[in-house]
């Protein structure tokens, strides 16, 4: 039985972030995927995410400030690392972060919240890309320190799943090496023996 959802999910790709371009997506769109982003499993709906639209000036903004953070950590930079850090956020029209902000439950372990926001990330990556634009997600150095994280707006007991770059792209994404699905996966064979 021929799907369209399973044709799209079996060539979805992401974009390379320098070539997404304007327009962003429009705040009626923005809605549309960050509704569809909520959309995942989420045991005792607990909502153990958010997320953070990073778009116009305030792009500018944080790559000024992850650029000083950088130096305050390493010295000097040279002048190519210091543009990759100003460019960080710009390089895109729209950047979301997708923030995993843990609740305090004595059922529900924090590694199942963060994995919720991981599908939430996915989804908003394929909302994104159903509504016709390009998507990327990375995460990077500031994402591990509690100043970058300061920086980019999460509270100290949040954690970064990744920001999402999102714009228009023309062109083919590029096709990469996908592993062989046939080695993925098996039947149940009894305990783990080592």
Do not use: C
């Amino acid at each position: 039985m021929a799907s369209p959802i399973i044709d799209f999910l079996l060539t979805r790709n992401s974009a390379p972030i320098p070539e997404l371009k304007e327009p962003a997506p429009s705040d009626a769109d923005i809605a549309t995927m960050i509704a569809a982003a909520s959309r995942v499993p989420d045991h005792g709906r607990l909502e153990p995410w958010r997320f953070i639209l990073y778009r116009g000036e305030a792009r500018v903004e944080i790559g000024k400030k992850l650029a000083a953070l950088a130096e305050q950590r390493e010295g000097p930079l040279p002048e190519g690392r210091r543009n990759q850090e100003l460019a960080r956020f710009s390089r895109a029209p729209l950047v979301i972060g997708v923030v995993s902000s843990p609740k305090d439950n004595p059922k529900i372990p924090q590694w199942e919240m963060f994995l919720s926001g991981g599908m939430a990330a996915m989804n908003l990556m394929i909302s994104a890309n159903a509504l016709g634009y390009g998507t990327n997600m990375i995460s990077n150095w500031y994402s591990d320190v509690p100043e970058g994280r300061a920086i980019l707006g999460l509270a100290p007991h949040e954690r970064v799943v990744g920001f999402v770059h999102i714009g228009s792209y023309q062109g083919l994404t590029p096709e990469r090496p996908r592993p062989d699905p046939a080695k993925l996966y098996a039947d149940y064979a009894g305990p783990w023996v080592g």
